[in-house]
């Protein structure tokens, strides 16, 4: 009769140790959720505490600065009137009492010294009225002269490296008051001597 009551105490005692294990985590589970729920309402109300601070010193932080915006409007207004005056006694100080108009003399010409003009300044070099054999030379090669002012050479009759090459420097001084926006380039940028070496190749 007693024979199979050990095997079932010891399935009790198996039934049992597992109930208990069963009522402990879910013990443990309802426990720390509510833990954790508090936990989070007391993170949730220290935040809102610490935002209605912000908004407070945020607040006060606007109001500062309006107040020192009228502050310095005012300051403005107050440093902007004394200048005005005075730039306006300034001004006021500075023009001149009207009185008889004068008209400035002409300087006077001597009549000894007749004017220079460009057409009297060295002597004109020796011009063609076309290239010899219809073929110019390329004075672009001269450093110095572009496009246009190899137009205006030829227009004054100039075509060729040799021309350029034997002016003489009175000729020099005639060309270089006569390239009209260009004067002075043959000087300046050694025409001749450029002349003669393209010339002689």
Request: glycine share 6%.
């Amino acid at each position: 009769m007693f024979r199979g009551w050990g095997f079932l105490l010891s399935e009790i005692w198996v039934l049992i140790a597992l109930a208990a294990l069963l009522g402990l985590f879910i013990g443990w589970l309802i426990w720390g959720r509510r833990s954790v729920v508090a936990a989070d309402n007391g993170d949730a109300a220290r935040l809102r505490r610490e935002l209605d601070a912000c908004q407070a010193r945020s607040r006060d932080c606007a109001q500062r600065v309006s107040t020192l915006e009228a502050e310095l409007v005012t300051a403005q207004a107050a440093a902007a009137a004394p200048v005005s005056a005075s730039v306006a006694a300034a001004v006021v100080a500075a023009e001149p009492e009207p009185g008889p108009e004068v008209t400035p003399e002409p300087a006077p010409v001597a009549a000894d010294e007749p004017a220079v003009s460009d057409a009297d300044i060295g002597t004109k070099p020796s011009t063609l009225d076309a290239a010899r054999d219809g073929q110019p030379d390329d004075l672009k090669r001269i450093k110095g002269i572009g496009p246009k002012l190899e137009i205006l050479c030829n227009r004054l009759g100039f075509w060729h490296f040799d021309q350029i090459a034997n002016w003489t420097d009175e000729e020099i001084a005639w060309v270089d008051v006569n390239l009209e926006t260009f004067k002075g380039r043959v000087t300046r940028d050694n025409w001749v001597a450029q002349a003669k070496r393209l010339a002689a190749e």
